[in-house]
Nanobody, 125 residues
């Protein structure tokens, strides 16, 4: 059974950091584009960051709202992708979803095939 399981969410003060992890099981992550979406209450789902299957800098995407503050990485040996989130703002408060697809186009169109259950990130003082 193909599954994505996120962890690492929580409550953090503005300016703080969190690291999200997404463990893939049931499939080999090597061939997939994988990354993170988020959805805040009352807002549309937003693609935050993704990393392609070749792991090169050219295959990494960041939304403008997080560029320079968030860093995505993947460890194919552990079938895991990470999102290091620094300098967090209240606007980053959302449920963060890990998502993967073998097709980059599907990911960038916001419709990847595989989704995790989500993890809550709350940035508040």
């Amino acid at each position: 059974q193909l599954q994505l399981v996120e962890s690492g969410g929580g409550l953090v003060q503005p300016g703080g950091s969190l690291r999200l992890s997404c463990l893939a099981s049931g499939f080999n992550l090597d061939y997939y584009v994988i990354g993170w979406f988020r959805q805040a209450p009352g807002k549309e789902r937003e693609g935050v960051s993704c990393i392609g299957n070749d792991n090169s800098d050219d295959s990494i995407f960041y939304a403008r709202s997080v560029k320079g503050r968030f860093t995505i990485s993947r460890d194919n040996a552990k079938n895991t992708v990470y999102l290091q989130m620094d300098s967090l703002k209240s606007a980053d408060t959302a449920v963060y979803y890990c998502a993967a697809d073998i097709s980059p186009g599907s990911w960038y169109h916001g419709d990847p095939e595989y989704w995790g259950q989500g993890t809550q990130v709350t940035v508040s003082s």
